[in-house]
């Protein structure tokens, strides 16, 4: 599933704007559809209202079930949200709370909803109430390194999974030694094909490396291999964007 990221503020507004106008065009549709149907209806329930003003009536009175529905019930999910692929958050990225969801609402009917209709900023309704957007076509802001976790896809601890700030070796001197030995090894692989004193995990000027063997210049017996490239004896190479280590044949998952 692919992760959405926080919208800058700088952007939200024009995106939100679209995303409203695609609501109301839709809404407009529908309240048109069935005017002709409910017309007489309309004059015999309420006989002052103009017949001119049937549909204008129709298209208020849906537009305010389907914010009702959207808006309360849906947790801001309306179609032009899903369509610009849109998640209406706290600022810690939550689904808002119903008294959230409620405050808001009430903001925005004070307003009829025109102050959500603005390229050139956010509603201020979602600001005062700390409402935060986020969406697919944002890419996600990177997790912190101690935050990113390493799992292991095959060999004998399959499915274990732990992230590198759990390891108090990473916690203090931030790296991560990887092996059979587990005098030497704060992440002890009981596999075949590890040798004892495998790969080092390590962080160096705020970024995260592997370095092959055990750090003296030794390599390992079966290899280390980032994203499928095969480390020489003792090399070191940066992880930055790679997702997959493999040491011998134990294939670890880095996930950010």
Request: aromatic content about 6%.
């Amino acid at each position: 599933m692919q992760r959405s990221g926080k919208i800058p503020s700088s952007i939200v507004g024009p995106i939100l704007t679209s995303a409203a106008v695609l609501d109301m065009v839709l809404v407009l549709f529908v309240s048109a559809m069935v005017t002709d149907q409910l017309s007489s209806q309309m004059s015999r329930t309420l006989p002052s209202l103009p017949s001119e003003l049937h549909g204008a009536g129709l298209f208020v009175i849906f537009l305010l079930v389907y914010w009702i529905l959207t808006e309360l019930v849906l947790g801001g999910r309306t179609l032009g949200r899903l369509a610009h692929g849109l998640t209406m958050c706290d600022d810690k990225g939550r689904p808002l709370s119903a008294g959230r969801r409620i405050n808001r609402f009430s903001r925005k009917m004070a307003t009829c909803g025109l102050a959500g209709i603005n390229p050139l900023t956010a509603p201020p309704y979602d600001t005062k109430t700390g409402v935060v957007w986020f969406a697919t076509m944002v890419p996600p802001l990177p997790r912190a390194l101690p935050r990113w976790q390493l799992k292991v896809k095959t060999g004998r601890l399959q499915g274990k999974e732990q992230s590198l700030g759990r390891f108090p070796s990473f916690r203090d001197h931030g790296l991560i030694c990887i092996g059979r030995d587990k005098a030497w090894a704060h992440l002890v692989l009981p596999d075949a094909s590890i040798s004892a004193r495998h790969a080092i995990l390590q962080v160096h000027e705020g970024k995260l490396m592997v370095r092959d063997g055990d750090g003296s210049g030794k390599g390992s017996s079966n290899g280390t291999f980032l994203n499928g490239k095969h480390l020489k004896a003792g090399q070191a190479a940066w992880i930055n964007d790679a997702r997959t280590l493999r040491l011998g044949d134990v294939a670890i998952e880095i996930i950010r």
